[in-house]
């Protein structure tokens, strides 16, 4: 058995591996996408299911939060994991694989952005069957609406990664660490929506960024 320095060592040595392998154009491909929603007025949703059902949440709130400038336009963000009552009555009346179509049904327009996280990529299965069909669903829905689809994937990406207009892949095969560079990659994304938005506005982008404050 490892010692506990010997398993530290390994993971953050991974965690160095996987910096080295992202993809930075698919990262500035999202940036751009979500900052032309933000610059249209339209909408941004989030999805996932279990640890990326929490990262959606948490990205909801820096999006929704962190952008909101003094005297500036805000960005639409809205989260598809956070409404338990909403949640389990669609689950319960029209099943887990329409958990995020319906509630999309309700709002979308062309223009507005789906942005989805997921490990496997809606690839691979468990006892309740094939992984986030639920994520799929949604996202071929929104291609019908002219909805931009947006991807956080992990592993080798799974369908996810054809699927989505643009998605970032994090090419490793452990859940945790793709989890963890999912939410690292979202803060990315937030801190420079933070400086591009403050930039429209002739406005200097230091220390606007949700760490600063």
Not at 41 to 64: E, I, K, P
Not at 141 to 149: E, L, P, R, S
């Amino acid at each position: 058995m490892k010692s506990n320095r010997q398993f530290i060592d390994q993971f953050l040595s991974e965690m160095k591996s996987i910096i080295d392998t992202l993809d930075r154009d698919k990262i500035d491909q999202i940036i751009e996408a979500m900052y032309e929603t933000w610059a249209n007025g339209s909408r941004m949703y989030l999805m996932g299911n279990g640890g990326s059902a929490s990262t959606a949440s948490h990205l909801v709130n820096d999006f929704g939060k962190c952008t909101a400038l003094p005297g500036k336009k805000r960005f639409k963000v809205m989260g598809l994991t956070d409404n338990p009552a909403l949640i389990t009555a669609l689950v319960n009346d029209n099943g887990f694989d329409n958990l995020y179509s319906e509630q999309l049904l309700n709002f979308i327009e062309p223009g507005d952005a789906l942005v989805g996280f997921s490990a496997h990529g809606g690839s691979g299965k468990d006892k309740a069957g094939l992984w986030s069909q639920n994520l799929l669903k949604a996202y071929m829905i929104a291609k019908d609406y002219g909805v931009k689809t947006i991807g956080f994937s992990g592993y080798d990406g799974g369908v996810m990664k054809d699927l989505c207009d643009v998605c970032v892949v994090v090419p490793f095969h452990n859940t945790q660490h793709v989890e963890n560079f999912h939410l690292s990659l979202g803060h990315l994304i937030c801190n420079r929506l933070i400086e591009k938005i403050a930039a429209t506005e002739g406005v200097e982008p230091q220390f606007l960024s949700c760490a600063a404050k």
